[in-house]
């Protein structure tokens, strides 16, 4: 467990490894915390939400229904977000970009629930990722709970987590051509085949036409460039091309159409919970 690589890791690698220095109850008081913070932020109601923040502020077992139901709820509002960002439009985004908050959150507190306190670094995780646009209040709850001493301070961690920092180093965006030999054209089914199983992952075509740009936050995924070409903006900018493949990160990100004709791509994301 403590080699694992965590999604933590490449969010938050601070806190990362102050999570694996700290005892269970320090665990559990960062990811109370966490919760706590992020519920409001993002405008996250419900009974659900509200029996899961007395659950864990009680540090009693939660009925493991509950978190079947938190799940279940991430999981609806995903689907929302995965609609709207499909119809497009900068209303659309917006509302997307809520929803995608929510669903974050919702997340949140489903891993938070968890009887096993080494899994707690998920909930960290999904926590920060709610609040994507503004995690240094989030991050710096987490520090307070957490170990201090045992890793750099978070201060070091904002360029994985925010805007891109030019006195930090950025990772480089893999990109790699797609095997037309192999896998012939890329389609739907072609690159759903490469995601398995298909219940934990969502594969969607976006068609964008000349000039479109637009702001947006995604999770982690790969994207396929079908026909076109783009120029993603995260903390690294980069351009794509007809035939290319992109693993990008997760977080805000601009997307502008760079080619004359149309812009057609499939994305591909591994989802926490299996779809039902």
């Known amino acids: 467990m403590m080699n694992a690589q965590w999604r933590l890791d490449s969010k938050a690698p601070g806190v990362a490894a102050a999570f694996r220095n700290a005892t269970p109850e ?8 966490a919760c706590e913070t ?25 009925d493991p229904r509950l978190q079947e139901q938190l799940s279940a709820l991430a999981a609806r509002f995903d689907d929302e977000y995965f609609r ?4 497009g439009g900068e209303a659309k985004h917006q509302e997307a970009l809520h929803l995608f908050a929510k669903a974050r959150a919702a997340s949140a507190l489903a891993f938070a629930l968890t009887d096993n306190d080494a899994q707690l670094h998920e909930a960290l995780h ?22 201090r001493g045992a890793a750099p301070s978070l ?19 893999p990109v790699r051509a797609w095997n037309f030999a192999l896998h012939g054209p890329i389609t739907l089914g072609a690159v759903r085949a490469l995601h398995e199983p298909q219940r934990r992952h969502r594969v969607s075509l976006y068609r964008y036409p000349a000039s479109t740009r637009f702001a947006g936050a995604m999770r982690a995924g790969t994207c396929y460039v ?3 070409s783009c120029r993603y903006r995260f903390a690294e900018t980069i351009e794509l091309r007809l035939g290319q493949i992109a693993c990008l990160p997760e977080g805000a ?3 502008e159409v760079t080619a004359a004709d149309e ?9 926490p919970f299996e779809i039902p």
């Open 126 to 147: 999904e926590a920060l990722s709610s609040v994507f646009a503004s995690p240094g209040r989030v991050a710096r709850a987490m520090e307070m709970a957490l170990p």
């Open 226 to 228: 079908v026909t076109g």
């Open 263 to 271: 812009l057609i791509i499939i994305l591909a994301w591994r989802l």
């Open 253 to 255: 990100y601009e997307l």
């Open 38 to 62: 992020v519920v409001p932020i993002v405008d996250l109601e419900g009974d659900d939400v509200t029996a899961a923040l007395d659950a864990l502020r009680c540090g009693e077992p939660a």
């Open 26 to 33: 320090k665990r559990r008081r960062a990811t109370l915390t």
């Open 155 to 173: 201060q070091s961690d904002w360029y994985y987590i925010s805007a891109v920092s030019e006195e930090m180093p950025t990772r480089k965006i």
């Open 84 to 87: 709207l960002n499909e119809e």
